[in-house]
């Protein structure tokens, strides 16, 4: 650290909030353990997203009864182009 003061980590947080849009390969989270990925979503320490599309969370219990976090996204629909 810097003249030896104890700063806490900047990296290591939710990118991203619910219902922005991202984009394939965009991180959504960064070093935190209590968030896990849901569908459209990889990774372990750092989530990333799998496709394009909105940000959305979900809670849901284990089968020992611990609550988690999980990160999702809704790939987005494209409307057919009209000719």
Known sequence: MAGG????????????SSGQPVKAGQILCKGLSHYKAGKNVYGLDALMALCPGKVNFTKK????GNLRTHINVSPETKAPKKK
């Open 5 to 16: 003061f104890s700063t806490p980590k900047k990296d290591k947080k939710l990118k991203v």
């Open 61 to 64: 219990k284990t089968s020992r």
